[in-house]
């Protein structure tokens, strides 16, 4: 499913191997193992989540969490208040497509998103 996330700052807990960083999720829902991407390119993917020293398989828009990304160096490839959003694989982005009407109006707001940041790269992705 469609995410996007906000780094808060302030919340890097550690930079690097992997890096953990207090991550503020605007809109949409995470699971452990999805891609992260950043500016239409696929950064990392989420090795695990927790909120107060609770692991989570998945989170939901509107909390704050502590999220693990492994070959990922903050100060590198991040920086706090960066936006990421969940990497979609093109077919999944096809299939999504096909049931909007079964997600929320967020969601197909973040795949707009998603889909402009990777057509600056491929300009017929995901048609």
Not at 77 to 88: A, R, T
């Amino acid at each position: 499913r469609p995410c996007k996330m906000r780094i808060l700052s302030n919340y890097v807990l550690r930079q690097s191997n992997p890096a953990i960083v207090g991550m503020e999720i605007m809109a949409g829902s995470i699971k452990v193992g999805c891609a992260v991407m950043k500016d239409g390119k696929d950064i990392s993917h989420v090795k695990s989540i927790q909120h107060e020293k609770e692991s989570l398989s998945s989170v939901e828009s509107g909390k704050q969490v502590a999220i693990s990304l492994p070959n990922l160096t903050v100060g590198r490839q991040i920086h706090e208040n960066d936006i990421l959003y969940s990497g979609i694989p093109e077919p999944d982005f096809r299939k999504l497509k096909e049931f909007r009407n079964l997600l929320k109006k967020e969601e197909i707001d973040i795949m707009k998103e998603i889909a402009e940041a990777k057509r600056k790269q491929n300009p017929l992705w995901g048609m």
